[in-house]
């Protein structure tokens, strides 16, 4: 086990799975039983969720709605998968507590960080909801801004793809992929790893990004025993 504690982040349009919008409980569960197999052999786990699957603040702007309400609805939509992963983790047994950045106190804790410090000790997942709690920034820079909150060792972006490739590998049947890249030449190539607010937030504090596919059934125990999967930017 290389990695004590992590910040682990999911796109909410990773939990559709086959599904145009909403939440798949077949993929869901699938998460919480990777996740579960890390928390029994004692790695501190910490999640921040996107809310892509239910609404984006960003979209609801382009069409016209006020930028700062459809943040604020996209900050709801991460509550409501904080509230669904949290469940299929409790169903696997798995100690949970949901903090929000927003109050929402009858739903979660509010965030603090010293108490979401004392429940990693307790070997309880804590699951970050709303964001940073304010419009204009994107989950990928609450999930920079909380790993470095709570001195996580490093964040692991669960996504789709199996790494950073110099292509969308998705469109590019030629792309190839990096299996390390420094921060450094992903800002020099122009490689989309995180908005650039993360991604240079992360940059100054060193701490290591890992992109992998969070689909692949495993990949999240074999990063944690230092398997080389996906691309570690650092």
Avoid: C, W
Wanted: positive net charge.
């Amino acid at each position: 086990m290389i990695y004590k504690r992590i910040l682990l982040k999911l796109s909410g349009e990773a939990l559709m799975g086959v599904r145009q919008y909403g939440i798949d409980p077949k993929r869901i569960t699938e998460y919480a039983q990777d996740i579960k197999k890390i928390v029994e052999q004692g790695v501190q786990v910490a999640i921040v969720i996107g809310g892509g699957n239910i609404f984006r603040g960003l979209s609801g702007a382009n069409n016209g709605m006020e930028r700062v309400q459809g943040d604020h609805m996209g900050m709801l939509a991460t509550i409501i998968n904080g509230l669904a992963l949290q469940s299929a983790l409790e169903n696997e047994k798995i100690e949970t507590r949901l903090q929000s950045a927003i109050k929402i106190n009858e739903v979660a804790e509010p965030f603090i960080r010293r108490r979401a410090i004392r429940h990693l000790q307790k070997n309880r997942v804590v699951i970050f909801g709303g964001g940073t709690g304010n419009p204009y920034f994107t989950t990928d820079s609450a999930a920079v801004l909380r790993a470095i909150e709570i001195e996580a060792d490093v964040i692991l972006k669960g996504t789709r793809v199996d790494g950073i490739y110099n292509a969308d590998p998705e469109k590019d049947s030629s792309a190839s992929k990096y299996n390390a890249i420094s921060f450094a030449d992903v800002l020099k190539k122009g490689l989309k790893v995180m908005d650039t607010t993360a991604f240079t937030l992360s940059q100054e504090n060193k701490l290591p990004i890992i992109v992998f596919d969070m689909n692949k059934k495993g990949n999240l125990a074999g990063i944690i025993s230092g398997e080389k999967i996906g691309t570690r930017v650092s």
